[in-house]
Protein backbone atom coordinates (compact mmCIF):
# COMPACT_ATOMS: atom_id res chain seq x y z
CA UNK A 1 0.00 0.00 0.00
CA UNK A 2 0.92 3.57 -1.06
CA UNK A 3 1.72 5.80 2.19
CA UNK A 4 -1.12 8.36 2.14
CA UNK A 5 -0.55 11.73 2.14
CA UNK A 6 -0.26 13.75 4.43
CA UNK A 7 -2.12 17.33 3.90
CA UNK A 8 -2.29 20.28 5.88
CA UNK A 9 -4.74 22.33 6.62
CA UNK A 10 -4.25 25.76 8.06
CA UNK A 11 -6.14 26.93 11.26
CA UNK A 12 -8.12 29.57 12.30
CA UNK A 13 -8.84 31.58 15.58
CA UNK A 14 -11.84 32.56 17.27
CA UNK A 15 -13.09 33.66 20.77
CA UNK A 16 -15.49 31.17 22.60
CA UNK A 17 -18.82 31.89 24.01
CA UNK A 18 -19.44 29.17 26.06
CA UNK A 19 -20.10 29.43 29.92
CA UNK A 20 -16.69 29.21 32.13
CA UNK A 21 -15.07 29.92 29.06
CA UNK A 22 -16.31 32.89 27.48
CA UNK A 23 -13.57 34.75 25.64
CA UNK A 24 -11.29 31.90 25.39
CA UNK A 25 -9.17 32.21 22.49
CA UNK A 26 -9.18 29.07 20.49
CA UNK A 27 -7.47 27.44 17.30
CA UNK A 28 -9.90 25.49 15.32
CA UNK A 29 -11.07 24.56 11.33
CA UNK A 30 -14.55 23.69 10.18
CA UNK A 31 -15.15 19.70 9.78
CA UNK A 32 -15.70 19.93 6.69
CA UNK A 33 -11.78 20.53 5.95
CA UNK A 34 -10.62 17.34 7.80
CA UNK A 35 -14.26 15.31 6.42
CA UNK A 36 -13.46 16.05 2.80
CA UNK A 37 -9.82 15.35 3.03
CA UNK A 38 -10.22 12.03 4.82
CA UNK A 39 -12.92 10.79 1.99
CA UNK A 40 -10.70 10.96 -1.12
CA UNK A 41 -7.82 9.03 1.06
CA UNK A 42 -5.57 11.63 2.48
CA UNK A 43 -4.65 12.40 6.30
CA UNK A 44 -5.67 15.81 6.95
CA UNK A 45 -3.13 17.20 9.79
CA UNK A 46 -3.93 20.86 11.15
CA UNK A 47 -1.73 23.40 10.90
CA UNK A 48 -1.76 25.85 14.23
CA UNK A 49 -1.22 29.41 14.34
CA UNK A 50 2.52 30.06 14.43
CA UNK A 51 4.26 33.69 13.20
CA UNK A 52 7.54 32.12 13.44
CA UNK A 53 8.47 30.62 10.01
CA UNK A 54 11.16 28.36 11.65
CA UNK A 55 8.40 26.38 13.12
CA UNK A 56 6.74 26.12 10.70
CA UNK A 57 9.27 24.77 8.08
CA UNK A 58 9.33 22.21 10.83
CA UNK A 59 5.43 21.52 10.03
CA UNK A 60 5.92 21.68 6.22
CA UNK A 61 8.47 19.37 5.73
CA UNK A 62 6.08 16.76 6.83
CA UNK A 63 3.13 17.67 4.45
CA UNK A 64 2.55 16.87 1.09
CA UNK A 65 0.70 19.76 0.60
CA UNK A 66 -0.98 22.90 2.33
CA UNK A 67 -4.44 24.15 1.96
CA UNK A 68 -5.17 28.00 2.89
CA UNK A 69 -8.32 27.28 4.83
CA UNK A 70 -11.49 30.20 4.65
CA UNK A 71 -12.06 32.65 7.48
CA UNK A 72 -12.45 36.54 7.99
CA UNK A 73 -11.33 38.86 6.28
CA UNK A 74 -7.97 40.20 5.34
CA UNK A 75 -6.44 43.17 6.93
CA UNK A 76 -6.90 45.90 3.65
CA UNK A 77 -3.54 47.08 5.32
CA UNK A 78 -2.02 44.31 3.76
CA UNK A 79 -2.28 45.18 0.14
CA UNK A 80 -2.03 49.08 1.06
CA UNK A 81 -5.31 50.34 1.40
CA UNK A 82 -7.62 51.46 4.50
CA UNK A 83 -10.56 49.76 5.16
CA UNK A 84 -13.94 50.62 4.16
CA UNK A 85 -16.68 50.45 6.44
CA UNK A 86 -18.18 47.63 4.55
CA UNK A 87 -14.81 45.58 5.37
CA UNK A 88 -15.50 42.57 8.04
CA UNK A 89 -13.66 41.50 11.02
CA UNK A 90 -10.26 41.54 10.41
CA UNK A 91 -7.82 39.24 12.85
CA UNK A 92 -3.59 40.50 11.94
CA UNK A 93 -2.79 37.53 14.05
CA UNK A 94 -4.09 34.96 11.60
CA UNK A 95 -3.43 37.44 8.71
CA UNK A 96 -0.08 37.28 9.89
CA UNK A 97 0.64 33.39 9.87
CA UNK A 98 -1.20 32.77 6.25
CA UNK A 99 1.57 35.02 5.08
CA UNK A 100 4.09 33.34 7.23
CA UNK A 101 2.46 30.05 5.90
CA UNK A 102 2.67 30.81 2.51
CA UNK A 103 6.09 31.92 2.01
CA UNK A 104 7.20 28.82 4.09
CA UNK A 105 5.37 26.43 2.14
CA UNK A 106 6.46 27.97 -1.30
CA UNK A 107 9.84 28.22 -0.14
CA UNK A 108 10.29 24.44 0.29
CA UNK A 109 8.60 23.87 -2.84
CA UNK A 110 5.22 22.10 -1.66
CA UNK A 111 1.64 22.73 -3.38
CA UNK A 112 -0.66 25.18 -2.37
CA UNK A 113 -3.83 25.08 -2.71
CA UNK A 114 -6.47 28.12 -1.16
CA UNK A 115 -9.69 28.25 -0.61
CA UNK A 116 -12.30 31.22 -0.53
CA UNK A 117 -9.92 33.40 2.16
CA UNK A 118 -7.29 31.09 1.29
CA UNK A 119 -7.24 32.22 -2.04
CA UNK A 120 -7.47 35.88 -1.25
CA UNK A 121 -4.85 35.99 1.29
CA UNK A 122 -2.08 33.84 -1.41
CA UNK A 123 -3.24 36.69 -3.67
CA UNK A 124 -1.66 39.47 -1.19
CA UNK A 125 0.78 37.32 0.05
CA UNK A 126 1.75 37.63 -3.82
CA UNK A 127 1.57 41.36 -3.79
CA UNK A 128 -1.84 41.57 -5.52
CA UNK A 129 -5.06 43.09 -4.04
CA UNK A 130 -8.32 42.26 -2.83
CA UNK A 131 -11.88 44.05 -3.58
CA UNK A 132 -13.18 44.99 0.05
CA UNK A 133 -16.66 44.46 -0.76
CA UNK A 134 -18.11 42.97 -3.91
CA UNK A 135 -21.89 43.93 -4.08
CA UNK A 136 -20.81 47.71 -3.00
CA UNK A 137 -17.87 48.00 -5.55
CA UNK A 138 -18.72 46.30 -8.43
CA UNK A 139 -21.38 47.41 -11.06
CA UNK A 140 -23.93 44.35 -11.20
CA UNK A 141 -22.39 41.80 -9.09
CA UNK A 142 -24.38 38.81 -8.73
CA UNK A 143 -24.95 37.59 -5.22
CA UNK A 144 -22.10 35.95 -3.93
CA UNK A 145 -22.87 36.31 -0.05
CA UNK A 146 -25.68 33.13 -0.36
CA UNK A 147 -28.29 32.77 2.12
CA UNK A 148 -29.63 29.23 1.94
CA UNK A 149 -27.54 26.15 3.24
CA UNK A 150 -23.82 26.45 3.03
CA UNK A 151 -22.89 23.55 0.81
CA UNK A 152 -25.86 24.09 -1.88
CA UNK A 153 -24.58 25.63 -5.53
CA UNK A 154 -25.98 28.97 -6.02
CA UNK A 155 -24.21 30.79 -9.24
CA UNK A 156 -22.62 29.43 -12.39
CA UNK A 157 -18.86 29.76 -13.59
CA UNK A 158 -17.20 30.08 -16.69
CA UNK A 159 -13.86 27.90 -16.52
CA UNK A 160 -10.68 29.50 -18.69
CA UNK A 161 -9.51 26.35 -21.06
CA UNK A 162 -6.61 27.02 -20.35
CA UNK A 163 -6.57 26.88 -16.24
CA UNK A 164 -6.31 23.72 -13.83
CA UNK A 165 -10.50 23.20 -13.26
CA UNK A 166 -10.89 22.51 -17.56
CA UNK A 167 -9.85 18.89 -17.11
CA UNK A 168 -11.85 18.81 -13.35
CA UNK A 169 -15.51 20.46 -14.87
CA UNK A 170 -15.53 21.43 -18.32
CA UNK A 171 -16.20 24.92 -19.45
CA UNK A 172 -18.95 25.62 -17.03
CA UNK A 173 -20.08 24.25 -13.11
CA UNK A 174 -22.34 25.26 -10.25
CA UNK A 175 -20.66 26.73 -6.89
CA UNK A 176 -21.62 27.94 -3.75
CA UNK A 177 -21.02 31.54 -2.80
CA UNK A 178 -19.71 32.39 0.87
CA UNK A 179 -17.65 35.26 0.08
CA UNK A 180 -17.88 39.39 0.33
CA UNK A 181 -14.78 40.32 -1.02
CA UNK A 182 -12.71 39.03 -3.89
CA UNK A 183 -9.68 39.43 -6.03
CA UNK A 184 -8.43 42.49 -7.69
CA UNK A 185 -5.21 42.93 -9.22
CA UNK A 186 -3.93 39.98 -9.10
CA UNK A 187 -0.29 38.61 -7.66
CA UNK A 188 2.88 38.03 -9.14
CA UNK A 189 3.04 34.77 -11.94
CA UNK A 190 -1.37 34.21 -10.95
CA UNK A 191 -3.75 34.04 -13.92
CA UNK A 192 -7.12 33.86 -13.96
CA UNK A 193 -8.92 30.15 -13.96
CA UNK A 194 -12.28 30.77 -13.70
CA UNK A 195 -15.09 33.78 -13.50
CA UNK A 196 -18.57 34.35 -12.35
CA UNK A 197 -21.12 35.97 -15.09
CA UNK A 198 -20.03 39.48 -12.98
CA UNK A 199 -16.37 39.28 -13.75
CA UNK A 200 -15.53 38.20 -10.46
CA UNK A 201 -12.43 35.50 -9.63
CA UNK A 202 -13.22 32.20 -8.53
CA UNK A 203 -10.65 30.59 -9.37
CA UNK A 204 -6.83 31.39 -9.86
CA UNK A 205 -3.44 29.55 -10.39
CA UNK A 206 0.05 30.59 -10.64
CA UNK A 207 1.97 30.29 -14.33
CA UNK A 208 5.16 28.88 -12.32
CA UNK A 209 4.52 27.41 -9.01
CA UNK A 210 2.30 24.70 -7.71
CA UNK A 211 -0.60 27.23 -6.49
CA UNK A 212 -4.27 26.36 -7.32
CA UNK A 213 -6.57 28.31 -5.43
CA UNK A 214 -10.67 28.68 -5.50
CA UNK A 215 -13.34 31.26 -4.09
CA UNK A 216 -15.82 28.96 -3.26
CA UNK A 217 -16.38 26.01 -0.66
CA UNK A 218 -15.82 22.85 -2.60
CA UNK A 219 -15.21 21.13 1.36
CA UNK A 220 -19.03 21.84 2.24
CA UNK A 221 -19.81 20.13 -0.77
CA UNK A 222 -17.60 17.27 -0.78
CA UNK A 223 -18.63 17.10 3.00
CA UNK A 224 -22.68 16.72 2.10
CA UNK A 225 -21.98 13.96 -1.30
CA UNK A 226 -21.76 16.64 -3.60
CA UNK A 227 -19.94 15.15 -6.45
CA UNK A 228 -18.87 18.49 -7.47
CA UNK A 229 -16.86 18.95 -4.51
CA UNK A 230 -15.12 15.39 -3.75
CA UNK A 231 -13.95 15.48 -7.96
CA UNK A 232 -12.20 19.03 -6.63
CA UNK A 233 -10.23 17.24 -3.70
CA UNK A 234 -9.62 13.99 -6.16
CA UNK A 235 -7.60 16.87 -8.33
CA UNK A 236 -6.12 17.77 -5.58
CA UNK A 237 -4.60 14.09 -4.92
CA UNK A 238 -3.61 13.75 -8.18
CA UNK A 239 -2.05 17.24 -8.52
CA UNK A 240 0.22 16.56 -5.74
CA UNK A 241 1.20 12.98 -6.60
CA UNK A 242 1.93 14.33 -9.83
CA UNK A 243 4.08 16.88 -8.18
CA UNK A 244 6.02 14.12 -6.33
MN1 LIG B 1 -18.99 33.56 -5.76
Same mark, same amino acid.
Given at each position: MNKPLLIGVSANREFADFP =? +? *? %?LDRTYINSAYINALYRVGTIPVIIPILEDKDALACIVDQLDGVVLSGGSDVSPLRYGQQPIPQCGAIDPLVDAFNLALVETTLQRNKPLFGICRGMQIINVALGGTLIQDTTSQI *? =? +????? @? @? /???YAPTHEITIEP /? %???YPVYGSTTFVNSLHHQSLDRLGKGLFIAAKSSDGVIEAMQSQTQSIYAVQWHPELMADHDDPNGLKFFKWMVDTIQMHG
Open positions: =H +S *T %G *T =H +SIKHD @Q @Q /TIP /T %GFL
